[in-house]
């Protein structure tokens, strides 16, 4: 654990580096984006902030331990950001799937949220990156064939997986109001999936037998773990405000996916799906609770022109290939955990 003592800027420092803080840094995205911006000079120091050191800090990286959850969170970031002399936060602090404690949820992902944007004003930190997600959109039979950044964010209420981001998302435009001399861009994420992402859909998709709705075949939009960590790279070398969706190409309907990845699909009626979704979210059996059934019936797919225009995105990987990748790892996961199984 580094202590604000021992680390002061260095002197000899260029003048054009950039000095990135990263909350979230022990996440997948936190490790992969600290990874990425090891290797690029422009970037003169990382401030890594996580309750744990991420594997991929490297001489760049100072870490401190930061408990978002805390009430003294706010003072921490504050004298974190100020004697590092942060200029870039990237706020990737943000669960990858439902808690089952919804207090700590929203402890972490709204009023976090509010800490690290209250130190940033009081640090004078100016541009901020964040971290946000297409599902906030909602799935609803009304969705337009593709939704715009303008497009309000209907999701499920009740559901504390989105409403603490959506809480985020307001506290991030209230930081960046026009006129403030503040910068802050926010990264929609389709679903994200990979051959190393361990996330709700993963878990979702490593089922033998996938449950759907019957009568329900919503067509699907992903981003491939190394795109989502480009988009955000983008973002920290392009100072660019605004909010941009940030998907792979293409779409798959859902009956595609469970056949590409190698599973079996198990068509219920709704009520049965959100009864057996409801049992197993209760006995900590599934990583999805039953306000997920409205994805696995209407579509919630993204425009994504304004990351192309606007940002300079162009996902490498299309919605298929992220599938593919996705199977392919979890294929030989399959035959590892078959080869450790007693005979």
Known sequence: MSTLASFRPKTGLATTSRVVAITGSATFLGRHVIGILEDDFRVGRI??????????????????????????AQRRLEEVFSTERVDTVVHLAFLSRPAHSPTYA??????????????CRRAEVRRVIMQSMTLLYGAHPTNPNHLTEGHP??????????????????????????????LVTVLRLAPILGPTVDSYL????????????LGFDPLLQFVHEADAV???????????AGVFNVAGEGVLPLSKVVKLVGRVRLPLIGSATRSLASVLWATHASTLPSTFV???????????????????FTSIHTTREAVIDYASAQHLRDVELLSETPA
């Open 47 to 72: 401030v890594s902030l996580d309750v744990e050191e991420p594997a991929t800090a490297g001489e760049k990286t100072r870490h401190y331990d930061a408990d978002l959850t805390l009430q003294s």
């Open 106 to 119: 929203h402890e972490l992902e709204s009023v976090g949220t509010m800490h690290v944007f209250n130190a």
């Open 153 to 182: 964010l209907r999701a499920r209420r009740d559901e504390a997986f989105f409403w603490d981001k959506i809480e985020a998302e307001r506290e991030a435009q209230r930081f960046g109001t026009p006129g403030s001399g503040r």
């Open 202 to 213: 993963t878990h979702y998709l490593s089922l033998r037998v996938v449950p759907t709705v």
């Open 230 to 240: 480009a988009a955000f790279k983008l973002a920290v070398d392009r100072d660019i």
């Open 294 to 312: 409205d994805y696995l019936k209407y579509a919630c797919v993204t425009d994504t022109e304004r990351a192309q225009k606007q940002l300079g």
